[in-house]
């Protein structure tokens, strides 16, 4: 089934370790997103990539670093996880990117629980 | 800048009765507006969007919502509803013709009771 996958499903961490987020889409839509979703604030845009080989920061990207070395990929990295980035993450993507205006759907996978004691 | 409010957090109805679920924006420019639902423990999908022409647009599942340039406003609604559309709703907000990212509302869960 066509889609965008996640891993892992959930994670425990340790303040201070290094994690990396994994998102693959096998749609081969240009455009890739990492949200954050968290209680009363909805969905914030992390980071967002246009095309492979180019990302851009959302609302909320300190903290956070993403990659797009190739289309399907899209792997966000905490490099020193602090307790406030606890939260689910929603790994998104869409046909084109934003440049110009996005009429395009997103579609989005099934969401990480990242707990940072 | 662009911005998304929805008025309720939580909206809880009786199965089969209409649901009105209220979304507010803020633009300088023209703006196309989304809603997604998210069901439990699932990621959003989409319900429908406005981009566009008419002002009342349908989506799946019998769901409407109608763009009030003047009020500023993109409200979701549906006529009746069961207990199988309890689920977390958002609105989003992108500027037309701009490089600007989607903008998402804080969400309103409604709770359709049997």
């Known amino acids: 089934i066509a889609g965008i996958t996640q891993a892992p499903t959930s994670q425990i961490l340790a303040a201070g370790r290094r994690m990396t987020l994994r998102c693959t889409q096998d749609?081969?839509?240009?455009?890739m997103y990492w949200y954050r979703q968290d209680l009363g604030l909805g969905l914030r845009l992390i980071h967002y990539?246009?095309?492979?080989?180019?990302?851009g920061k959302g609302e909320v990207p300190d903290g956070y670093s993403v990659s797009r070395a190739n289309t399907d990929d899209f792997p966000l990295t905490l490099a020193s996880a602090v307790p406030s980035q606890t939260s689910v993450y929603f790994c998104?993507?869409?046909?084109?990117?934003?440049?110009?205006?996005?009429?395009?759907?997103?579609?989005f996978g099934p969401g990480t629980r990242l707990t940072v004691l | 800048a662009q911005s998304v409010t929805q008025l309720d957090s939580q909206v809880p109805v009786f199965e089969e009765a209409p649901v009105e679920l209220r979304c507010n924006y803020s633009?300088?420019?023209?703006?196309?507006l989304f809603w997604y639902v998210q069901y439990p423990n699932q990621g959003l999908q989409l319900l429908l969007k406005?981009?566009?022409?008419?002002?009342l647009v349908k989506g799946i599942n019998g769901f409407e919502a109608e763009f009030n340039k003047s009020q500023t406003s993109f409200h979701l609604r549906k006529p009746s509803v069961h207990t199988t559309h309890t689920a977390e709703y958002y609105c989003a907000v992108t500027q037309a013709g701009s490089a600007r990212q989607l903008t998402f509302g804080s969400g309103t869960q409604l709770t359709v009771l049997p």
């Open positions: 749609m081969r839509h240009n455009a």
């Open positions: 990539s246009n095309t492979a080989g180019t990302t």
């Open positions: 998104a993507s869409s046909e084109s990117g934003s440049a110009g205006g996005s009429t395009d759907t997103q579609y």
């Open positions: 406005y981009l566009s022409g008419s002002t």
């Open positions: 633009s300088s420019v023209s703006v196309y």
